[in-house]
């Protein structure tokens, strides 16, 4: 615990042979004569003290002892000319009942050797504030000083100097990639410290040469000199210093693979009193790696926060490239490539800037691994040969070890197979002599990769080896690459039984792995990032008996489907704020605020600044992410965080008029999958490639209404129904509700207009069965499972502008300009005749984002008629237009919908694109569609396209007379489609087919 603390002012002055004891800053009066040199001792007991001593105004010299927040400093000032002089303390890190002694020791007449002590001190404390800085220049100055100390230091007046000057010289060597002189200066420091039986410089030396070692692979050397560091740092209550051992000794336990008891290690360090920012961030930091590499990846991203907030408040740039080394791995794990290759760019650049050759190397290294993911070998292979050059000059063996594995993966892909093998071969022998076992690991896994199209028992041999000892280490992700290695080896040897087995496994670990990552975006991105995972599992079901195969391929597609919004829905609960701490309520609201200033910066930047500011923003919208997960698991203590990865299909859920449609894009072949009248049939359809060469034109030609190419279009539309429906008509006799789970490129046509019959008049499958769309099977139950509680009727929103001319707005992160649509109130009108009293109608400047906040949770039936963006960039930022007001931007976001708490169940958006997102595998399209579900709505009326206001509002107006004659909204809307469908100057489907029904959209 630290206290705040103000300056004091002593006032009596102190005199020779006082001592006093303070828990403060404070300004003491000395009394002094010219000519004598004076000595003080200020000696730290839990806190950390900087003195200067003034003449005046004059600062004569500054003491800021290195030892922490325990121990003594000798204050030596050789005193020529002034009678009174004053001596000012600055305390911080108080650490509770921690207090400081100051003892005027003497006062002698001035020798050399006052003068040689004073000399030696001030080129101390400039040569640490240069060694603090760390870039390349200062910390070349810094070794200058050193020297300088350690050479003109001798005697035994000046052995401290020489001893600290030889360790930090050391320590600017280490950072420089100068390992041997490095260890050479520590060796020397610690003769020293000996020599003066100083513990705390004992533990000290003892800890740097411990860190080098370890550094070197030497890790029984490392372990034995940093139990002695801990030895001697106990002994000297040192502390900060303890925390640093602990950590180095927690970095050793990581490298030989003890993940587990390097984290409680790292946890330990932590939990020690007296760490000032800088070991705090650092700690974090390593913590994070640790918890990366068991698959914590959630625990992992909020420790590298937590560093990262610490390093730019204190300007850490090494430790801020560490740490955004580390995090630039996270993001490659889930899959954001881009944003791993700036963040890995960012940490390399930063290495260079403060001369930092190692962690240059392990920038280099991780940025080949990314091209290695993304199949780019040839640049891969440059990469890893430029970190195996850096890495070996500083001597870093255990990152070259890595560097060698990754290296001759890249170099057996280029056909350099002889080379590829000594590469391997020496990546063995350094990872044994540095008892390095994850690389060996990772040695394991790379060259069985490496050997699997050339040498079959081999390649069986690796993955099985690495399986192994991943186990053993605890190693959960190196243990799924191996399983998905094995499972892909035996399906390739034709013993299906076996690749089932192994590829089961590796589902299993998967799901593991993910529940492990952050709730959101983040569990989606980790998802598709492993797709190949599920890809190969539904393939490996075609070794299967015939009637087992259908229900067990559905069940491992729905395994794979729509899984983050599973979890979302999971963790629904309708208590609102109840129960959730004040704290997280003000943090979601301060960051809403942060996104909207920033949304309004955007719109006056070039595009420079605009990289800049959009990076930030991204960052805000997955903190937004991470509270609004928070306020929904502390509303409802009981919920989940996830949903159960296995997945059963109900026996009771379907009437005999309805099937679902469920499609697996893949290559060679994709599935057609349908649930009808409690039995499950699957057909094999074209591959993804074929599919998407077909639905190119479509999308193209459906969008614009072109009357001459109806006949194309209808032509296209049954080519596409013959490839991907019609081989189950079969079994779809007597059916007349179709709910389809999309996948891939299907989202990009909706099946309400795929054509049956294109000779002469075409018949469009709306005009025969109703249609509506679902995520997934599993979030249809879910959502299905909701208890309506609403009790009030229609809320209507429509043309949230001014009237007038000059009424444009610009919506200002995407700069899209937006205009008055005077059919969207013509679309609203005649709402209050058909739902009477229930219907509440807002329109222009009235139309406010604040009344949907505050009426929406109370309507079961919503429909907002006004336009709608997609943001390219973040899908959080896509949102609707409603008008603003004193409380609001009028800017619904989609960051902001998933944080209502709405009980509608119909929404109806009748806007541009509003089916549209960003398509993640697995999700599916991840917008307002996943937003609102998660918000509380039970079904969804949405648009794949511009959509002309006019038509629309004829398409609503016969939605819901329909829907108040019957209130099914797959019905209602078939009825309107086919209405205006039926009218000549609409029949094209760009004026009927762009709305969809989405949910639980058949339940009445």
């Known amino acids: 615990m630290y206290l705040f603390l103000s300056v004091v002012l002593f006032q009596t002055p102190l005199t020779v042979g006082d001592q006093v004891t303070f828990s403060q800053s404070k300004e003491l009066q000395l009394e002094t004569q010219p000519g004598f040199a004076l000595s003080l001792v200020v000696d730290q007991q839990g806190c950390d003290v900087v003195s200067r001593l003034y003449a005046g105004d004059l600062v004569l010299g500054t003491w800021d002892s290195s030892r922490g927040l325990i121990g003594p400093e000798l204050i030596v000032y050789p005193n020529s000319d002034y ?76 052995l401290y100097f020489h001893a600290v000057a030889e360790n930090n010289l050391g320590h600017c060597l280490v950072l420089t990639g100068k390992f041997e002189e490095a ?39 490392a372990l034995e000199h940093l139990t002695q560091a801990l030895s001697y740092r106990k002994k000297a209550r040192d502390d900060e210093g303890i925390a640093g051992t602990l950590n180095n000794i927690a970095i050793i336990y990581a490298r030989q693979g003890d993940y587990r008891k390097a984290m409680w290690q790292f946890k330990e360090a932590l939990a020690l009193p007296g760490l000032d920012d800088r070991l705090r961030a650092s700690f974090l930091a390593n913590l994070g790696f640790v918890q990366q590499a068991l698959g914590l990846l959630k625990e992992a991203s909020e420790a590298y926060r937590l560093a990262i907030q610490l390093q730019e408040g204190i300007q850490d740039q090494r430790g801020l490239a560490i740490t955004l080394n580390n995090l630039a791995a996270i993001y490659r794990q889930l899959g954001y490539w881009d944003r791993a290759f700036e963040t890995y760019t960012a940490a390399r ?56 594995a990754n290296w001759g993966q890249s170099l057996a892909q280029l056909g350099q197979i002889e080379a ?42 690796g993955f099985q080896k ?46 593991d792995l993910r529940i492990d990552v952050e709730l959101g975006s983040a569990r989606s991105h980790f998802l598709a990032n492993h797709s190949a995972v599920f890809d190969l599992a539904i393939h490996c079901l075609d070794g299967l008996p015939a009637e087992e195969r259908p229900l067990a391929r559905l069940c491992m597609v729905e395994r794979a489907k729509a899984r983050s919004l599973a979890d979302m829905l999971a963790s629904y609960r309708r208590e609102g704020l109840q129960g959730v701490p004040a704290s997280i309520v003000e943090e979601e609201q301060a960051l809403r605020d942060q996104i909207r200033i920033l949304q309004g910066r955007l719109i006056r930047q070039g595009p420079d600044q605009r990289a800049k500011l959009q990076a930030q923003m991204s960052n805000l919208l997955i903190d937004h992410e991470r509270v609004v997960g928070q306020i929904r698991h502390a509303s409802a203590p009981f919920s989940q965080t996830f949903a159960s990865p296995v997945f059963e299909l109900p026996t009771d859920f379907l009437n005999s008029q309805t099937a679902v449609i469920s499609y697996y894009l893949s290559e060679p072949q994709s599935y057609l999958l349908v649930w009808v009248d409690g039995r499950v049939h699957e057909f094999a359809i074209p591959g993804r490639q074929e599919i998407e060469t077909l639905i190119q034109p479509i999308t193209q030609m459906i969008t614009k209404p072109v009357e001459r190419q109806i006949p194309r279009l209808n032509a296209l539309l049954h080519q596409l129904y013959q490839m991907i429906l019609a081989p189950a008509q079969s079994e779809l006799t007597g059916v007349s509700e179709l709910v389809f789970a999309l996948d891939g490129c299907l989202f990009q046509v909706p099946p309400s207009c795929l054509v049956l019959d294109s000779e002469l008049e075409p018949q469009y499958l709306i005009e025969k069965v109703q249609v509506s769309i679902v995520p997934s099977i599993r979030s249809w139950l879910m959502i299905r499972q909701r208890p309506p509680v609403a009790t009030q009727g229609l809320l209507a929103f429509a043309n949230p502008f001014e009237a007038g001319p000059g009424t444009e707005r610009v919506v200002a992160h995407s700069r899209e300009r937006f205009g008055p649509l005077p059919f969207s109130e013509q679309e609203v009108a005649d709402l209050p005749a058909l739902y009477g009293k229930e219907a509440k109608i807002f329109s222009g400047p009235a139309a406010t984002e604040s009344v949907f906040y505050g009426q929406g949770p109370k309507n079961r039936i919503i429909h907002i008629a006004s336009h709608a963006w997609v943001d390219p960039s973040d899908v959080g930022l896509s949102g609707i237009l409603l008008a603003p007001d004193a409380d609001s931007d009028g800017l619904l976001q989609v960051y902001e919908i998933m944080g209502l708490n709405l009980d509608a169940e119909c929404i109806v958006l009748s806007a541009c694109n509003t089916a549209g997102g960003h398509e993640i595998w697995g999700e599916g399209i991840v917008g307002f569609s996943h937003a609102f579900f998660y918000a509380g709505a039970r079904s969804l009326l949405v648009s794949w396209w511009p959509v002309q206001d006019q038509a629309t509002a004829t398409l609503m107006h016969e939605f819901h007379r329909a829907y108040r004659l019957k209130p099914q909204i797959a019905q209602a809307l078939r009825t309107a489609c086919v209405k205006v469908r039926n009218q000549k100057e609409t029949r094209h489907p760009f004026f009927w087919a762009a709305f969809t029904a989405m949910g639980d959209a058949i339940h009445n």
Not at 194 to 208: C, F, P, Q, S, V
Not at 351 to 367: C, P, Q, T, Y
Not at 482 to 499: I, V, W
Request: aromatic residues 6%.
């Open 420 to 461: 590829s093998t000594s590469t391997f071969a020496k990546a063995r022998v350094l990872a044994e002599e540095a008892d390095y076992l994850p690389g060996l690991c990772k040695i394991e896994l790379l060259e069985a990769k490496a050997r699997s199209t050339l040498d079959g028992p081999a390649a069986e041999s």
């Open 83 to 158: 009678r009174s002089l004053t001596l000012k303390t600055t305390v911080s890190q108080m650490r509770e009942n921690g207090v400081y002694h100051i003892e005027w020791r003497s006062s002698d007449p001035i020798n050399e050797t006052h003068l040689r002590h004073f000399e030696f001190s001030k080129k101390l404390v400039e040569a640490e504030a240069l060694h603090l800085v760390g870039d390349k220049t200062s910390l070349e100055q810094a070794m200058v000083l050193y020297t300088q100390i350690a050479q003109q230091a001798s005697g035994p007046d000046f």
């Open 349 to 404: 650049d930063k290495f260079i800037l403060v001369g930092d050759r190692r962690g240059e190397g392990h920038a280099v290294l991780n940025l080949g691994i990314l091209y290695t993911q993304h199949g780019e070998w040839v640049l891969a292979e440059a990469m890893q040969a430029k970190a195996a050059k850096i890495l070996e000059e500083v001597g870093e063996r255990s990152a070259l070890v890595d560097v060698c």
């Open 183 to 221: 260890e050479a200066h520590y060796q020397a420091g610690l003769l020293t410290f000996t020599e003066l039986k100083d513990d705390w410089g004992i533990g000290r030396a003892h800890n740097n040469i411990g860190e080098l070692a370890a550094q070197r692979g030497q890790m029984e050397q």
């Open 466 to 511: 690495c399986l192994n000892r991943a186990r053993e280490l605890g190693l959960r992700a190196m243990e799924l690459e191996a399983l998905y290695g094995l499972a892909g080896f035996q399906l390739k040897q034709g013993a299906q039984s076996m690749a089932r087995e192994w590829s089961q496994q590796a589902v299993e670990m998967l799901d």
